[in-house]
């Protein structure tokens, strides 16, 4: 194969492989800018992957897999948010309960439906010639670029930055910090939730725990990105290529253990030194009390 071949090859795989990425760290940006940290990112990739598993199979309609995906992924996002923003509860222990329930409640759900714990049958998803066509990875697309203006260029978006940080300034102004924070984690879980729908349509099925570590690394692009939409995309881009690297790179000559580790090694790497450069809002995780 030609170079130039090679390196369509890589690129599309790249594209493909950022698209959970960026949905879920874009997600992650509008829950931390209004104060809340969202662990929760890989429960909700699962609670959309296995929406649109279930959606589509039992439907035959890959439209309908993605409403039930966004639907499970508000559920979750829904119950995040009134824990830790009605109830108060640590952000940082809720996130981690919410993943455990989320993986726990998916491998019950494969033994009711499927007679199995492991996977589900296959569905088609989307029936498109390229991840360029894919409807999904448009909106991951139309999502950085909405989102960013969003949040820097509309008053909803300044009420949501302010929420994060001060919520107290922001709540005498007359704006509700509640309904605010509320609607930053919503906007997360559905984005985190599309791109667990994007993961079940590409591998034509649900198995379990298959965002294996997705929403981790899309919390440290968000990081990285210094929380906002385009810089979270772009970071997304980096991991998505150490990811499509180490699958080249699966020929033998390198240790398979060394060459897995790849992404997360990359990941450390890098925010180790780009922690200290970015600044988190200043409320983030502190819960408002009145």
Known sequence: MEMEGILTLFLLQVLRISVPYVLTSVGAVFSERAGIINLALEGLILAGAFG????????????????AGILCGLLVALLHAFLTVTLKVDQIVTGIAINILVMGATRFGLNILFGSSLNSERIDGFAVSSVLFDPIFLVAIAA???????????????????????????????VKVGLMRYSGVLVSGVLAALAGVFLAFQQHSFTDNMSAGRGYIALAAMIIGKWTPIGAALASFLFAGAESLEMWLQTGLIPSQLVQALPYVLTLLVLAGFVGKSRAPREIGVPYEK
């Open 52 to 67: 649109a598993a279930i959606g589509q199979h039992f439907s035959g309609s890959a439209a309908t897999g993605v409403f």
């Open 144 to 174: 950085v670029v909405f989102g960013h203006l969003l949040l820097f260029k509309t008053p909803y978006g300044l009420r949501l930055r302010s929420v994060g940080e001060s919520a107290e300034t922001v709540d005498a102004a007359g």
